[in-house]
C-alpha cells in the first residue's frame, strides 16, 4: 500500500501537510469546549460571577465549534481532491499498464480480473484515502491530545479509560485476524462474478440459442452465492464490533459517574463543585477517546479490502513484460517491405511442446506469401509473431532487415496493417473506425473513402442514413459480420502499410467479393507486402509463395502449382475444395 501511495506528487504532499496543520488545530478547538464548560459550571456555582462573565464562556464554546466546523470542511475538501485525483493517476496507471500487455499477461490475469483491479480496487483505495485524511490524521491526534489532557485530571478515571481503549484494541485485532484473509477471497469471487456476467453478455445469441439460460443462471447463481455468503460472514464479523463500542462507552460513561460519586461524597464541601466540574470534562474526553477509536475502527473495517485492493492493484504495476519496447524508431533501411522469419521455434510459456518448429522463408517488397494448413497447424500462430504478439522463443523475425525485437513497438506497428480473423469493431462512426489510431491526423476523408471502396464497402457504408457518419455500435452489433470484416480491411488499407497481414480475414466474405476484394487490393497494393492465412485455396491460388504447415512444422513451400506436384497435405486440402478440373484450370 505505501508503495502506492509513494506515487503522490510534490504539490499533493504539501496539501497532505496543509491537512495535518488543519486537522490539528481543529482537534484543538474540540478539546478547548469541554474546558468551557467547565468554566461555565464553576461560574453558575460561584456567587461573584456574572451574566457577562458566563456569556463570555458560552462564546468562546460557540467560537471553537463554529471554527472546528469550518476546518473540517477545508479538510473534508482536499481529501476528496487528494482521493479523486490520485484514484484518477491510478487508473491511468492500470490502463497504460494493461496496455503494454502482451497476449501472454493478459491472459494470465484473465480479462474480467483486471477490469475488477481498474474499477473496483481502485475505488476501494480512493474511499480510503478520502476517509483516511480525515480519520486517520484526526483519531491519533484526538486521543493523544485528549489522554494527555485526562492524565492531569484523576488517575482513577484515566485507569478506567486506559481499560476501555485496552478492549477496543483487542478487538479491533480478533476481528482484523479474521477478516483479512476472507477479504482477499471477496476479491478473487467479485473477479469470478464479473467474469461469468461478461461471458453471459458475450454470448448471449448462442445462449438463448440452446436455451441454456437455467445452465448460465446456476453458474452465476454459484459464484454469487460463494460471494454473498462470504460477504455476510464478514459483516457479522464486524457487526460484533458496534455492540462492543456501545457497551464500552456506556460502560465509560457509568464508570466516571460511579467513580465521581465516590469522589464527591469523600470530599469537602468547597471541593465538591470542583470535582463535579472535573467529572463534566473527564465525560467529555473520555468519550472524546473513544470516538477516536471508534473512528480508527472504522478505518480497521476497510484497511483489510484496501490491502488486498493494493496488492492487486501492485501485482499488475510489477507485472514484467514479456515483450518489451526496443530503441529504434526511426531508421533508414536498405530492405523496405521485407519479412523474413530464420529458424524460428516458438512455444506458449507454460506449454511443455513446440506450436512451431524451424520455420523459415522471406518474403521481399510487393511478394503475397499465403500461409495454409489444418486447423491448429500453426498458422495464426506464425503470423502473429510479425507484430510481437509473442516473441519467438528461438530463432529471429526480421522486418526490414531488422529483428522486430529491437524496433520500439510504435515503429514496428506503423509499419504493419493488421487485420485479425474475427473483426473488431469500437463505438463510433465508420469514419472514426476507418481511420482508428489516426493520432496524428494523417489519414485524409480521400484516403478513408478510397479504403472503404477498395475494401468493397461502399455497397453498404453508401446505403446507411450518414454514410461514413452513420454510427457503429460497441463490437459492430448494428452491422453484419462481412460488413464488420470489409471495414477492418479498410482499415487496415488506410494506414498504407509496408506490409499487411491478413489472419484469416477473408473467411467472413462470400466468394465473389473476395475475389473482388483481392483483384483491388492487388492494384492498390503493389509496393506492400502480404502475409495471408487461409483456409479457402482460391483465396492464396495466385500467391507469389505458399507455405503449408502441418503439426508446426513448414511440409511445403512454393507455388501453387509447384505444391500440387510435390506437396501432398496441399494436394489432400487443395481437392477437398474444388475438384481436380477446376484447380488444372486456376
Request: charged share 20%; proline share 2%; with cysteine.
Amino acid at each position: 500500500m505505501l508503495k502506492l501511495l509513494s506515487k503522490f506528487k510534490f504539490t499533493e504532499y504539501l496539501m497532505i501537510i496543509l491537512s495535518v496543520i488543519l486537522m490539528y488545530v481543529q482537534v484543538n478547538l474540540e478539546l478547548k469546549i469541554p474546558d468551557y464548560m467547565k468554566e461555565i459550571t464553576e461560574l453558575i456555582n460561584t456567587d461573584s460571577s456574572t451574566m457577562n462573565d458566563i456569556l463570555k464562556q458560552g462564546l468562546y464554546m460557540l467560537g471553537c465549534s463554529f471554527g472546528g466546523l469550518l476546518l473540517a470542511v477545508i479538510g473534508g475538501f482536499i481529501a476528496a481532491y487528494l482521493s479523486s485525483k490520485f484514484s484518477f493517476n491510478l487508473r491511468n496507471r492500470i490502463f497504460k499498464k494493461v496496455q503494454s500487455f502482451s497476449t501472454s499477461e493478459i491472459k494470465k490475469f484473465q480479462t474480467s480480473s483486471l477490469i475488477t483491479r481498474t474499477t473496483n480496487d481502485v475505488t476501494q483505495f480512493e474511499m480510503f484515502i478520502a476517509m483516511g485524511l480525515s480519520m486517520i490524521i484526526r483519531a491519533p491526534l484526538m486521543a493523544f491530545m485528549a489522554v494527555g489532557k485526562i492524565l492531569n485530571e484523576n488517575i482513577e478515571m484515566s485507569i478506567l479509560v486506559g481499560c476501555c481503549v485496552l478492549t477496543l484494541l483487542i478487538t479491533i485485532s480478533i476481528i482484523m485476524f479474521i477478516v483479512i484473509p476472507r477479504f482477499e477471497k471477496v476479491q478473487k469471487l467479485i473477479d469470478k462474478v464479473n467474469g461469468v456476467t461478461r461471458e453471459n453478455l458475450t454470448g448471449i445469441r448462442v445462449i438463448k440459442a440452446f436455451n441454456a439460460e437455467d445452465y448460465q443462471t446456476n453458474r452465476f447463481e454459484e459464484v454469487n452465492n460463494d460471494l454473498t455468503n462470504t460477504q455476510l460472514f464478514n459483516q457479522r464479523v464486524f457487526a460484533v464490533m458496534n455492540p462492543i463500542m456501545t457497551i464500552v462507552m456506556n460502560g465509560l460513561t457509568l464508570g466516571i459517574y460511579i467513580i465521581g460519586t465516590f469522589l464527591i461524597l469523600n470530599a469537602h464541601m468547597i471541593d465538591r463543585i470542583d470535582i463535579f466540574g472535573s467529572i463534566m470534562v473527564f465525560t467529555q474526553y473520555g468519550m472524546q477517546v473513544i470516538m477516536s477509536f471508534l473512528m480508527l475502527a472504522m478505518i480497521f473495517m476497510m484497511w483489510p479490502r484496501v490491502t488486498v485492493a493494493a496488492k492487486r492493484i501492485n501485482e499488475v504495476l510489477d507485472e514484467k513484460l514479456s515483450i518489451e519496447d526496443g530503441s529504434i524508431k526511426y531508421v533508414e533501411t536498405e530492405e523496405v517491405g521485407t519479412v523474413e522469419f530464420r529458424n524460428v521455434s516458438f512455444k506458449y510459456p507454460d506449454a511443455d511442446e513446440y506450436l512451431l518448429n524451424n520455420i523459415s522463408f522471406k518474403a521481399n517488397q510487393g511478394d503475397v506469401i499465403a500461409f495454409i494448413g489444418s486447423t491448429g497447424s500453426g498458422k495464426s500462430t506464425l503470423i502473429n509473431l510479425v507484430p510481437r504478439f509473442y516473441d519467438a522463443t528461438e530463432g529471429e523475425v526480421l522486418v526490414d532487415g531488422i529483428n522486430v525485437k529491437e524496433y520500439k513497438l510504435e515503429t514496428l506497428y506503423n509499419k504493419i496493417g493488421y487485420i485479425p480473423q474475427k473483426a473488431v469493431m469500437f463505438t463510433g462512426t465508420v469514419e472514426s473506425n476507418v481511420a482508428y489510431g489516426n493520432t496524428d491526423n494523417e489519414i485524409t476523408i480521400e484516403d478513408i473513402n478510397t479504403a472503404i471502396e477498395i475494401a468493397q464497402a461502399n455497397e453498404f457504408v453508401s446505403k446507411m442514413d450518414k454514410g461514413i457518419d452513420s454510427h457503429i455500435a460497441r463490437g459492430g452489433t448494428n452491422i453484419s459480420g462481412g460488413q464488420k470484416q470489409r471495414l477492418s480491411i479498410a482499415r487496415a488499407i488506410a494506414r498504407k502499410p509496408e506490409i499487411y497481414i491478413f489472419d484469416d480475414s477473408f473467411s467472413a466474405l462470400d466468394y465473389k467479393t473476395d475475389s473482388v476484394l483481392r483483384k483491388a487490393l492487388k492494384e492498390y497494393t503493389e509496393e506492400s507486402t502480404m502475409l495471408i492465412v487461409a483456409q479457402r485455396i482460391g483465396t492464396i491460388i495466385n500467391a507469389d509463395k505458399i507455405i503449408v504447415l502441418d503439426d508446426g512444422e513448414c511440409v511445403g513451400m512454393g507455388t501453387h502449382k509447384e505444391l500440387m506436384e510435390n506437396c501432398e497435405v496441399y494436394k489432400e486440402i487443395a481437392l477437398s475444395q474444388l475438384s481436380k478440373e477446376e484447380l488444372e484450370n486456376a
